[in-house]
């Protein structure tokens, strides 16, 4: 089964930055609207990012989801260590039956190989920060429109 709590909680970051930039006003429940899925889960995956510092809710008039800290001192790995926890990538089979010299040493092997990748993708995510993210997908978003405004020109 595929784990959508990193790439969601990502969005939810992403999203509460921008709004944070533009001045919008972001809550739970326009986050479960944006991202197509219910508000619990949206809520459920806010525990750890709440906890972390990484998003503060304000209640009342004017209240709302905002970054608890600058989008530069957030790295993507920070978020996926705090919204998967102790959860690994690669876990091997523990049912093994030993009956050769591979399925005897399979486990210890695939444990250095799962920890080579797990350090590598971590490495990787601890080099993009919130704002770098939200720097590239304005830039993204940038590129679109001017592929819409050419599309749109193109068919008058």
């Given at each position: 089964?595929?784990?959508?709590r990193?790439s969601t909680?990502?969005?939810?970051?992403?999203?509460?930055?921008?709004?944070?930039?533009?001045?919008?006003?972001?809550?739970?429940r326009?986050l479960?609207?944006g991202?197509?899925t219910?508000?619990?889960f949206?809520?459920?995956?806010l525990?750890?990012l709440t906890?972390e510092?990484m998003?503060?809710?304000?209640?009342?008039?004017?209240?709302?989801?905002?970054?608890?800290r600058?989008?530069?001192?957030?790295?993507?790995?920070?978020?996926?260590?705090?919204?998967?926890?102790?959860k690994?990538?690669?876990?091997a089979?523990?049912?093994?039956?030993?009956?050769?010299?591979?399925?005897?040493?399979?486990?210890?092997?695939f444990?250095?190989?799962?920890?080579d990748a797990?350090?590598?993708?971590?490495n990787?995510?601890?080099?993009?920060?919130?704002?770098?993210?939200?720097?590239?997908?304005?830039r993204l978003?940038?590129i679109r429109m001017?592929?819409?405004?050419?599309t749109?020109n193109?068919?008058e």
């Open positions: 089964m595929i784990d959508l990193f909680a990502l969005q939810m970051v992403l999203s509460v930055a921008l709004a944070d930039k533009d001045g919008f006003r972001c809550t739970s326009t479960a609207e991202l197509g219910n508000a619990s949206v809520r459920k995956l525990i750890p906890r510092g998003i503060v809710a304000a209640i009342g008039k004017g209240g709302g989801l905002h970054l608890g600058a989008g530069e001192q957030i790295t993507l790995r920070d978020l996926y260590l705090a919204v998967m926890e102790d690994r990538i690669l876990v089979r523990e049912d093994i039956p030993v009956r050769c010299r591979i399925s005897a040493n399979i486990n210890e092997f444990a250095e190989v799962a920890t797990e350090t590598a993708m971590l990787a995510l601890g080099r993009r920060t919130i704002a770098d993210s939200l720097a590239e997908l304005l978003d940038g001017k592929r819409l405004t050419i749109a193109a068919a």
